[in-house]
């Protein structure tokens, strides 16, 4: 007949299984009430208490079913209801018989580890009710010899049964476990032995090094807070838990990191009875979580993986635990627990059961890493970015999940920077104390005194531009929870960041009025997204219409400037969201730019274009390009852009480029743009205006730096005229026809510009000049001066380029006659420029253009005197092009000008250099046949004395022009200077006379006809 004992204990251990058959649990329940008699009755009525409710939660087994807690919670309701039966009979002979009774089971449960598991609880509870420590002792041996440490289930109940037992004998069960790791049954030369002979002995020591940790983990969870903390501190100090580093199965792993979590528990509880100390060496503890969550190498086996995931799983949960304490996280170990944690994102979705919990530990970890790391509230705002900006490439992944997963953590770390910033940071820095549950809660440690801006972050340290620009993009995202995360995330920064103090110098650029009335829009969105019929794309304008409002000028440019990774966002979807939504910005504020955020922004944007290979996404940036030249600085974008298309053509092969070369889309967009097409070409037109720089060293031949980042500009310039010419289309034609005196002003001046650098070798340049120029040609329509170029473009040459000028200048009259005197007015300015070759193309082209401006007296006029003004020039070809100008005045208005002709004349027939008096003279023989008697006369003498000297030049074509100008002026020999004219020829017939038997015909002819002039000069 057995006894109520053993009936009560055999009765308690078979409740363990609430799920069995036939209900059998609530039947042993009934059954227990029955025998209430057999007991004493204060136990009797307390179980007519407590069974109801035991009954109740086990009622409805399919409900039980959807608890993966049940088993746990109903083995703790088991342990407690035996400790409230002890408590209830208070009476140490009944207590010390019922342990013998439990004592007695063991046999029966020998093959049922569950069981067997509870009984190890049971007994512990009741050792913890007992006094005698031998009693003690003894029950702990036979726990110990009846546990079966290979069976995870087993060593785990044992562990809890003998951490029971801790909470009334701490120093019986750590005397007990220093035994039983003294005679584990293997030293560590042993172990390393057995690897070469079979593997279970492995694993036996692997069991029992896993049974010790977790008996030391429970001991220290339930032993009094009031003397745990030396007991923690030996058996920390001592390294005990480093020897249970190098086993190798998972389960033994997971006992071991659950030891560590344990130990932390215990630091944390006994901080919320307020004995706070800290945990020493807890970062080598962190070092050993992290070692023990790893994949090892030597695993051999095929079907661990979701073992693995579950050690994973508990190792942050443990990394959460130990993170939690003091002392305060240093950065390094911050560093190596994320480094070692965050790619844990990135798992696939199945198992997802585990996967899912996994994850809900990581992120609870990350929470643990926010409230535990930094001194004060500027800290915890920079700790907050570092979390954050360590989650943004899952929260931008190309997989649905790592975007799900990435941006629900980033939601949850928010949550808790607001409760800090809600319930205020210590002055100190110091932080709430954590519970397991809600790492969030509990009260702080100390209070402050000090005002608020000093122990909170300023908005400032939120870097709100750079935050909103990384969950813009998932504003617009393919998966819907995605989207809904996003802008609660938004929502909640914008919500942070009006709740804190902002810098003096930025908070009168925000209106806190609209700020709120923009936050209450956007909460309402939060509140309607997860309604299935609102429209998304409406939403998605409403998000970016709110952040638009709600960004200061600063937060405005760091978003703008951080615009990179959004538009070239790996799903296509958000990446056009996000360029819409900069372009909404650029519109709606752009007038808060300064000219260096315009230039960092147009910078960003270029980069989204180059490394976008997309054409719908690329255009998409090229507009928002073009958005931002229109509403803000376009000379500043226009620089940046011509910088980077330079940069480009002298650093790369521009033809290779996959997708195309995205600099000359952006030309193309311009040329195309209503409002921007005129003003681009201005711009390109500006820049090829401008005066170049040096561009040589005249001794080593050598270019500079400088210069060779010049011609980098110069041909990115000519590259960016020749795209406008030919991807304009209607609006850049018109633009074309509209400037085509500045256009053509401009190419004939850099022609000449460059071909005096063609003369040094560097062809390059001149060539992209001819292919833009061809295409202004072909822009225009000119077939005529196309063909010019291209039969003598690349001359180089001075003689045949100055033609091909000139050549231009007068298919150009021809072809545009209306625009002869535009043209002419910018060239006439250009005869001041300082490079020579640029006045050289310059007076060429009007020497050319003046002939056919009879029709323009006024700018007929203005070219004579500028012409006169540059018979001075330094260059002989400018003065030689000048005086050519000159006598080519259309014959209708040449003798207005016949006097200033001639005095020019006179001059440059003294000129130091020989080809400008050869010039002069030839120009004199042109213009003696429309010259008046009058305006001959005065300087008569001084031709023929001029003319005289020349005569005796050894330039033969020189010698026979001055021969035969001197006869050309016999004819005006009539007037007031008769007698001074008769005493010239009489000097000079003895020349005439030698020059009779020249060598050279030319000059014998010249003199023949000039002595006839003499003999009938009337």
Not at 117 to 141: N, S, T
Not at 336 to 350: D, H, I, N, Q
Request: hydrophobic fraction near 45%.
């Amino acid at each position: 007949m057995p006894s109520p004992e053993d009936l009560f204990a055999r009765l308690l251990v078979l409740l363990h299984n609430p799920l069995a058959r036939g209900q059998l649990a609530t039947q042993i329940l009934t059954v227990l009430c029955y025998l209430g008699q057999l007991f004493p009755r204060n136990l009797s009525l307390f179980w007519e208490d407590e069974v109801p409710k035991m009954k109740a939660y086990i009622s409805d087994p399919e409900d039980l079913k959807q608890d993966s807690t049940y088993q746990e919670i109903w083995d703790n309701m088991i342990i407690n209801f035996l400790a409230e039966s002890l408590d209830v009979v208070n009476d140490n002979v009944w207590v010390i018989s019922l342990g013998d009774a439990f004592a007695r089971q063991y046999d029966l449960y020998a093959t049922s580890d569950g069981h067997s598991a509870l009984l190890h609880r049971c007994l512990g509870m009741l050792l913890q009710k007992v006094d005698d420590r031998i009693y003690v002792r003894e029950k702990i041996d036979l726990m110990c010899r009846h546990s079966s440490m290979s069976i995870p289930v087993n060593r785990l109940g044992l562990a809890q049964g003998i951490g029971l037992v801790a909470a009334s004998h701490l120093d019986t069960v750590l005397e007990k476990l220093k035994n039983i790791l003294e005679n584990a049954g293997q030293s560590a030369l042993q172990r390393f032995l057995s690897f070469f002979s079979f593997r279970e002995k492995v694993e036996d020591v692997d069991d029992t090094y896993a049974a010790l940790a977790l008996m030391y983990g429970y001991a220290a969870r339930y032993a009094p807070s009031t003397v745990i903390e030396a007991r923690i501190n030996a058996l920390v100090g001592t390294d005990m838990l480093g020897r249970f580093l190098h086993v190798q199965h998972p389960t033994a792993k997971q006992a071991v990191i659950t030891a560590i979590d344990l130990l932390g528990r215990a630091v944390i509880s006994a901080a919320e009875i307020g004995i706070s100390f800290p945990l020493q060496r807890r970062d080598q503890l962190l070092e050993y979580v992290l070692t023990l969550m790893g994949r090892d190498q030597s695993d051999d086996l095929v079907d661990f993986s979701i073992e693995l995931l579950q050690t994973q799983t508990v190792a942050l949960s443990a990394c959460t635990t130990l993170v939690s304490i003091e002392p305060r996280l240093p950065m390094e170990t911050r560093n190596r627990v994320m480094k070692a944690t965050l790619g844990f994102f990135a798992l696939p979705t199945e198992p997802s059961n585990i996967v899912e919990s996994l994850i809900t530990n990581l992120i609870i970890l990350l929470g643990a890493i926010l409230l535990t790391s930094g001194e004060d509230g500027r800290s915890r705002a920079e700790q907050l970015l570092h979390i954050l900006r360590q989650l943004d490439p899952y929260v931008s992944a190309s997989a649905e999940h790592q975007r799900r997963r990435g941006c629900v953590a980033v939601h949850e770390v928010l949550v808790k920077f607001r409760n800090l910033c809600s319930g205020g940071f210590g002055a100190s820095g110091s932080y709430p104390t954590l519970s397991l549950k809600h790492i969030d809660q509990g009260g702080p440690r100390g209070s402050s005194s000090l005002p608020s801006a000093f122990v909170l972050p300023n908005r400032d340290s939120l870097s709100l531009g750079e935050r909103i620009m990384a969950y813009l993009p998932r504003c617009a995202d393919t998966d819907d929870e995605v989207r809904k995360v996003a802008i609660q995330i938004i929502a909640l920064f914008f919500n942070i960041s009006l709740s804190l103090p902002k810098q003096k110098t930025s908070a009168n650029d925000i209106d806190l009025e609209s700020s709120y009335g923009a936050l209450s829009s956007l909460e309402d969105i939060v509140s309607i997204i997860r309604r299935a019929s609102v429209d998304q794309i409406e939403v998605f304008h409403r998000v970016v219409s709110s952040v638009c409002i709600l960004l200061s000028k600063d937060e405005l440019v760091v978003l703008l400037h951080s615009c990179t990774l959004a538009a070239c966002d790996k799903v296509k979807q958000s990446a056009d969201g996000s360029i819409q939504a900069i372009i909404v910005f650029i519109i709606r504020r752009g007038k808060d730019l300064r000219e260096a955020d315009v230039l960092r922004t147009t910078q960003s944007l270029l980069s989204s274009a180059i490394a976008l290979t997309d054409k719908h996404s690329r255009q998409e940036v090229l507009n928002a390009i073009s958005c931002l030249a229109e509403n803000t600085n376009h000379i500043v974008v226009f620089d940046e852009v011509l910088f980077v298309a330079g940069r480009d053509i002298c650093t790369k092969d521009i033809t290779r480029i996959r997708g195309g070369w995205a600099i000359q889309d952006v030309f193309y967009v311009f040329s195309q743009h209503k409002v921007l097409a005129t003003l681009f070409l201005e711009y390109i037109l500006s820049i090829l205006h401008k005066e170049p720089v040096a561009t040589n060293d005249s001794e080593k031949g050598e270019i500079n730096s400088e210069s060779s980042a010049d011609d980098c500009i110069l041909q990115a310039t000519m590259f960016a005229l020749n795209a406008f010419l030919r991807g304009g289309g209607k609006v850049g034609k018109q633009a074309v026809e509209q400037s085509y005196p500045s256009v053509l002003s401009a190419l004939i001046l850099k022609l000449g510009g460059l071909h005096g650098l063609a003369e040094l070798g560097r062809n390059e340049l001149l060539r992209s000049l001819l292919i833009a120029f061809q295409s202004f040609c072909d822009c225009v329509g000119d077939v005529e001066m196309g063909k010019i170029l291209a039969r003598d473009g690349e001359r180089t040459e001075k003689e045949k380029w100055i033609d091909l000028v000139q050549e231009v200048a007068c298919s150009s009259s021809v072809k545009r006659p209306n625009e002869v005197l535009p043209t002419c007015v910018i060239l006439s300015k250009s005869l001041d420029r300082n490079q020579r070759a640029e006045r050289e193309a310059a007076a060429a082209a009007l020497s050319e253009f003046i002939r056919h401006s009879e029709k323009e007296p006024a700018l007929l006029e203005q070219m004579v005197e500028e012409l006169c003004q540059h018979v001075t020039d330094d260059s002989p070809t400018v003065r030689s092009l000048c005086l050519r100008g000159l006598v080519q005045i259309p014959e209708s208005h040449i003798l207005n000008y016949i006097q200033q002709v001639l005095g020019v004349i006179l001059a440059l027939l003294e000129d130091a250099t020989e080809s400008v008096q050869l010039t002069a003279v030839q120009c004199l023989l042109t213009v003696l046949n429309v010259s008046e008697q009058d305006a001959v006369d005065p300087i008569l003498i001084s031709l023929l004395v001029r003319l005289r000297n020349l005569q005796i030049s050894m330039n033969t074509k020189m010698r026979s022009n001055a021969f035969a100008a001197y006869g050309a002026l016999s004819a005006y020999g009539a007037g007031s200077q008769h007698h001074a004219f008769l005493e010239q020829i009489h000097a000079t017939l003895p020349r005439l006379i030698l020059h009779l038997h020249d060598n050279d015909l030319s000059v014998r002819l010249a003199c023949r006809v000039c002595s006839r002039c003499f003999v009938f000069p009337y």
